[in-house]
């Protein structure tokens, strides 16, 4: 069986690094073809490469002319529904960055044209790869905690310095990135949150600070409040601007609670449903008796190069994906709810007017300074 002849598109950092790794054999079934990016990271590529490869500055030759039989997006956000939509129209699978895009109306033309054109169509999710959030979904969907009536994450963990953000002049602007912590670093967090309860927001009311820790122009801390149609709630919590910073996930059902921190799960189980506990209980100030049980988690976190070969597999063999491309259009509508809610100072239905939320995330572009 021949290779699957994989083009990369987008050499910065993390295009590089998928670049280098299917040079190096990594992937199985996938040999690098061609790579498309600017004049200077194609001479650096060029001294880092062993392989037969393409070098591409225009996108158009690099997606008619390469040959290729599926292709990796790892160029700015706002790119990403653009590429993968010309992917598709010339018959390349495609496996696109986080996150799928920078509005929801973008994504959604973006899996239309996946549907039609029957590619293998996935998105760079590589937390889901992790045995410990497979683990916690696996507890969740099976019933273990019973119906959920909170969540809490707390993902402040994201410092980071104001030279990161000078290293580009595009880097944390609207027009540039289309967001800051929401779309930058936590898109990730904000797939796991909805991937691992599979609970259905109703409403979202949430609160962005713009450049309050750094100077840039758009959010470095955001505190959500949403509302699930079961009737539970949940916070998300993001930012660059703390240090040591936290990553807590909390989990609270009838049937006790679920932690995720520290790299370790810890189920706090009760013994009794709480709902039957509170029904029948006539001891005044008692609750529940629960145990708390430090979840043995199995296996290895394969990351980024996980995400890549079960795309791989995908292509050739059928194997079901990881992470579908469609499924990144979650996280974004999330964010965009989030900007909205905050933009508006008001609680904001889910899912997001699509129209309404690209009508005033242009106002945002316009206004950019960059």
């Known amino acids: ?37 600017r004049n200077q990271q194609l001479a650096d590529m060029k001294e880092q490469v062993t392989g037969n490869v393409q070098y591409y500055q225009d996108e158009d030759a690099f ?13 700015p956000h706002f790119s990403h529904p653009e590429l993968a939509t010309k992917a598709f129209a010339n018959g390349i699978h495609v496996l696109v960055e986080k996150p799928a895009g920078v509005y929801s109306k973008h994504v959604i033309e973006m899996n239309e044209a996946a549907e039609e054109s029957g590619k ?6 590589n ?21 959920i009536k909170r969540t809490n994450w707390v993902i402040t963990d994201w410092y980071r310095s104001q030279s990161y953000y000078d290293l580009s ?36 009311h949430a609160f962005c600070h713009y450049g309050k820790y750094h ?23 993001a930012s660059t601007g703390e240090a040591p910073g936290t990553n807590r996930f909390e989990i609270a059902g009838d049937r006790g609670k679920m932690v ?12 009794q449903s709480e709902r039957e506990f509170n029904a029948t209980y006539k001891g005044g100030f008692g609750m529940p008796e629960s145990n708390r049980i430090d979840v043995p988690v199995d296996g290895n976190n394969p990351g ?9 597999h995908a292509i050739v063999q059928g194997t079901p994906l990881l992470a579908p491309g469609e499924d990144g259009l979650h996280s974004v509508e999330i964010a965009n709810a989030i900007y909205l809610s905050s933009w508006m100072n008001q609680s904001v239905d889910f899912p997001v007017n699509a129209d309404l939320y690209y009508e005033k995330l242009q106002e945002k572009i316009r206004q950019s300074s960059k």
């Open 169 to 204: 002049s595009w880097r944390a602007t609207w027009k540039g990135e289309g967001g800051g912590v929401l779309l930058n670093q936590a898109p990730h967090q904000l797939d796991l949150w909805q991937w691992i309860t599979g609970l259905e927001i109703k409403r979202v």
């Open 215 to 237: 100077d840039i122009e758009v959010e470095d801390d955001v505190t959500a409040y949403v509302e699930y149609g079961n009737g539970a709630t949940g916070v998300f919590i």
């Open 1 to 37: 069986m021949r290779n699957i002849k994989v083009g990369v598109i987008g050499i910065g950092h993390m295009g590089r690094t998928y670049a280098l790794q299917l040079d190096k054999g990594l992937i199985e079934g996938a040999v690098l073809t061609a790579v498309c990016g």
């Open 127 to 147: 937390q889901r790869t992790n045995p410990l959030y497979q683990k916690l979904r696996e507890l969740i969907h099976a019933g273990e905690l019973g119906e």
């Open 260 to 271: 995720v921190e520290n790299n370790a799960l810890t189920f706090y189980k009760l013994a």
């Open 304 to 312: 980024h190069l996980g995400i890549i070969q079960n795309w791989i």
């Open 120 to 125: 293998v169509f996935s998105i760079m999710l």
């Open 63 to 75: 997606f008619q002319e390469s040959g290729i039989d599926a292709v990796i997006i790892a160029t």
